[in-house]
């Protein structure tokens, strides 16, 4: 029986991924910051939940110890992540390493925690659950898709660097996922950008941008594709909405889809 790490599982596609593998028969180490929350797999055999804020680099050594006592490890997926929308101007540090921390640092950190690990066994696989806004960009994201972009290139690279050893590195980018995490983000504001952030966000309520978002569970089917199906693939789109923002950004350029998306969400 395999066994996957996973980040971020209290809910959306963290947890939606902890259901998938283990109805697939394998063992689940399910991580988060709050452990109560954990109890929804109470019932789940073979799943163990240990706490885990991937900002937090003494805990993330605790945790990985924790889970690599139980047996190896095959697969690590880092999915936790926090949202933030708003003008640069009106982020506040504690809120810009808030982002840094939690979507670029916190895998980059996991990841190099465990890497010793699938070295020495001569096997292993990363999944790291980027974002559309690391490959299009829109309005009002911009440190957002600094860290999703990041993502993808550290990912890329660290591709190279490990399949001497038999490590892979893929990517699994969703577009918009139909859970609670957009309810969560952060929005900041400042008095100057108010009317065009307040027509951003009109837009986005409409829907503009975001139709033919996924469900966690569609996405969570797509790690899993990832994951098993065998492939030297690095990068995965889960959506039809993400894949027709690239496709689109692919044929018409960055240029024109900086225009486009300047027209649609601008007043």
């Known amino acids: 029986m395999k066994t996957v790490f996973i980040t971020g599982t209290s809910s959306g596609l963290g947890k939606a991924a902890v259901r998938l593998f283990h109805a697939k028969g394998w063992k689940v180490i399910a991580t988060m910051r709050n452990v109560e929350k954990g109890k929804d797999f109470a019932d789940l055999e073979h799943v163990t939940v240990l706490p885990l804020d991937v900002v937090n680099t003494g805990q993330i050594k ?38 840094l921390d939690t979507n670029l640092l916190g895998p980059i950190r996991i990841t190099q925690a465990f890497t010793p690990h699938f070295r020495n066994r001569g096997s292993g696989m990363f ?90 569970e569609e996405v969570a089917a797509v790690v899993y594709e990832a994951v098993t199906d065998g492939k030297d693939q690095v990068h995965y789109l889960a959506g039809k909405d993400v894949t027709g923002m690239y496709n689109q950004r692919q044929q018409s350029g960055p240029e024109l889809w900086r225009a486009a998306m300047a027209k649609l969400f601008l007043p």
């Open 62 to 99: 605790n945790t990985v110890t924790a889970a690599l006592a139980l047996g190896p490890v095959d697969v690590v997926v880092n999915n936790a992540a926090y949202g933030a929308i708003g003008p640069l101007e009106s982020v506040t540090n504690e809120q810009l390493l808030k982002l």
């Open 127 to 216: 999944i790291n659950v980027t974002s559309s806004a690391g490959l299009v960009t829109f309005p009002f994201a911009s440190l957002y898709h600094a860290t999703k972009f990041g993502v993808e290139g550290w990912s890329e690279g660290m591709s190279y660097e490990l399949a001497p050893f038999g490590i892979q590195v893929k990517n699994v980018a969703p577009g918009y996922i139909k859970t609670d995490f957009g309810s969560n983000a952060v929005i900041t504001s400042a008095d100057a950008y108010k009317p065009h952030l307040d027509h951003y966000l009109g837009v986005l309520a409409s829907g503009g941008g975001l139709e033919g978002g996924s469900t966690a």
